[in-house]
T-cell receptor, first 108, second 113 residues
């Protein structure tokens, strides 16, 4: 599995605002998975993207896989305090090769 | 019912000691993993077993020895603990490998003093 780079490392968001976190690779990815880890918790699977240009939505979360399958993004609208945590992207190529994660804090 | 359970959840031990962390999954999965998360939250795979066979062994000191008595269990034994071993260790499982969802246990917080 390829190491993926995530930016930003930290995201401080005002409650109600939108933000986007990015996941980039220098090589083509077979798939990209997103996981969320709440403070003190364990990573929990959110979604998998496989196809070029794929877009999937989960309520206020929108996930996108780039056309070249070298990048992905997670966009959260109307951020809530429940969105606090670290979001990881990873290619699952028989093992998860995680990015460093984006840690999200929310100002009420 | 907890899908992937690991014990103990917290472990504080002295340098030089030997300790084990146990993991069990009741999901019927054939693949299990150990991941290490350091203080900067970086998650790195250590080992992976498929049907009791070791298939992934990343660059991990040989003080770390995984054991899989059956496909529902994957234990991690650590010899001669060092300060740098302090981390959160996550057990995980999946059905098959590439592209499948990986389910994590709640983690074992190891502190070496």
């Amino acid at each position: 599995g390829q190491q993926v780079m995530q930016i930003p490392q930290y995201q401080h968001v005002q409650e109600g605002e939108d933000f986007t976190t990015y996941c980039n690779s220098s090589t083509t990815l077979s798939n990209i998975q997103w996981y969320k880890q709440r403070p003190g918790g364990h990573p929990v699977f959110l979604i998998q993207l496989v196809k070029s240009g794929e877009v999937k939505k989960q309520k206020r979360l929108t996930f996108q896989f780039g056309e070249a399958k070298k990048n992905s993004s997670l966009h959260i609208t109307a951020t809530q305090t429940t969105d606090v945590g670290t979001y990881f992207c990873a290619e699952n190529d028989y093992k998860l090769s995680f990015g460093a994660g984006t840690t999200v804090t929310v100002r009420a | 019912d907890t899908a992937v359970s690991q014990t103990p959840k917290y472990l504080v031990t002295q340098m030089g000691n030997d300790k084990s962390i146990k993991c069990e999954q009741n999901l019927g999965h054939d693949t299990m993993y150990w991941y290490k998360q350091d203080s900067k939250k970086f998650l790195k795979i250590m080992f992976s077993y498929n049907n009791k066979e070791l298939i992934i062994n990343e660059t991990v000191p040989n003080r770390f020895s995984p054991k899989s008595p059956d496909k529902a269990h994957l234990n991690l034994h650590i010899n001669s603990l060092e300060l740098g071993d302090s981390a959160v260790y996550f057990c995980a499982s999946s059905q098959g490998g590439q592209g499948n969802t990986i389910y994590f246990g709640e983690g074992s917080w190891l502190t070496v003093v």
